[in-house]
């Protein structure tokens, strides 16, 4: 057996070279940058007005004063989108709206609250200085200049900031393909009357909901009976049109875990087979080519955890993620925790804050054909090998979730 660390050195030593696609913008949320992006226009475009309120020349304004105003004739209006006037003559105004354009001549905006008008004239009782409330071309962004670069997650910040600039087909690195096989006679789709012996498939779902939230839909998503040509045909299936493979049960040493043989009758090189830890021991790991196989004992707790701990991990890297698995902190334990002699314990656990400093306690269940404390799992924690027990209020290893949030109802 390998620790955990091994494991996950392994699994991202055997990553194949990243692929590149180009989305349009609208199918880009979640992917990463394969390039970087360079402006394709100024930002602004053009001097536009930063308040509604009147576009004049600041130099004639120069002799206002309360006892002798400047009046300036009002033209018209510019609205945010109008091409507007060109040019703006000599003792002109123009009504202007919040991102409308300046025209030739136009330097300064009074702003609406400040504006006196008198028979269709601007009055104005001060000298005004140029470049009030204006933004200028260019000012947050040069055309050509570098804004954005390669390896960046589009969320939907970088979204807008993408099309701000014109950009309506972005370079990504492509996700990959996956295919899902739960395994066992016993599995029954939710909504079925069980019968004698049976139980619901809640592994599938919810690996299909963790791809979900990753952005990743599965190519396939199949339950296989303990029958070797059953499995046969949905892992060939599988292995044909899949970048990554998770089969979940028929790992371990039964009489009818037969995936470890199947696979290798397909090509499948064993990487590495069973893990120090608990949950989780049998975890599989193999290659086929561009292929990653990952077979994940069929427990629930055991499924969840491997995923998180494993799986996650390798799909964010082959998406190009730099940081692809859990992120890891020291937490202080509301309880203390008991390790095991051979074996690190991966427990299902729960984070709180409180007068600002964050604590994490074990959840109940913790079984690995347990599921029901999952509700409120957001984290592991991480107890390596040995008897010794971690004291309440010391420091413990924390793998937090990507949805690691305070579950509220």
């Known amino acids: 057996m390998i620790t955990i660390n091994e494991a ?18 609208g199918r880009s949320l979640g992917y990463i940058l394969a390039e970087d992006i360079r402006a394709g226009v100024d930002l602004p475009t053009a001097d536009n007005s930063a308040m509604d309120g009147f576009i004049l020349r600041s130099r004639d304004t120069a002799s206002a004063s309360a006892v002798r105003p400047v009046r300036l004739r009002i033209r018209g209006a510019i609205k945010a989108g109008d091409r507007g006037p060109r040019l703006l003559a000599k003792g002109e105004a123009y009504r202007i709206m919040t991102g409308a354009f300046i025209p030739r001549g136009g330097d300064t905006v009074l702003i609406k609250e400040n504006a006196v008008i008198e028979k269709g004239k601007l009055v104005i009782a001060a000298p005004l200085k140029p470049g009030s409330h204006i933004r200028r071309r260019g000012e947050e962004l040069r055309k050509g200049s570098k804004i954005l670069k390669m390896g960046g997650a589009i969320h939907p910040g970088i979204v807008g900031i993408l099309a701000s600039v014109g950009r309506d087909r972005i370079k990504v690195f492509t996700k990959p393909r996956v295919s899902v096989i739960a395994t066992g006679s016993e599995l029954v789709e939710p909504g079925r009357r069980l019968r004698r012996g049976q139980i619901y498939n809640s592994n599938a779902w919810m690996i299909w909901a963790a791809l979900q939230s990753m952005g990743v839909t599965p190519v396939a998503v199949m339950t296989a009976r303990d029958q070797l040509s059953v499995l046969k045909t949905a892992v060939k299936k599988a292995l044909g049109k899949s970048d990554l493979v998770i089969i979940m049960g028929g790992v371990s040493v039964g009489d009818y875990d037969f995936v470890k043989d199947v696979l290798g009758g397909f090509g499948v090189r064993q990487i590495f087979w069973k893990v120090k830890q608990k949950p989780g021991k049998p975890l599989y790991f193999g290659k086929q080519g561009r292929a990653l196989v990952f077979g994940l004992p069929g427990n629930p707790a055991s499924v969840f955890t491997c995923f998180y ?8 890297q082959m998406s190009g993620f730099r940081r692809p698995y859990l992120r890891r902190e020291n937490v202080m334990l509301q309880t203390p925790i ?38 409120d799992t957001d984290s592991f924690i991480v107890i390596p090998p040995g008897r010794k027990t971690v004291a309440r209020g010391k420091k413990a290893t924390a793998d937090l979730l990507p949805y690691a949030v305070e579950v509220e109802s």
């Open 338 to 375: 008991r390790g095991d002699a051979k074996r690190s314990l991966l427990l299902k656990a729960k984070m709180s804050t409180r007068f600002r400093k964050r604590t994490i306690a074990p959840l109940g269940f913790q079984a690995s054909h347990m599921i029901s404390s999952l509700r």
């Open 309 to 316: 701990e494993y799986v996650f991990g390798a799909i964010r």
């Open 8 to 25: 996950q050195t392994r699994i991202q030593k055997s990553i194949p070279p990243l692929r590149t696609e180009t989305l349009p913008l």
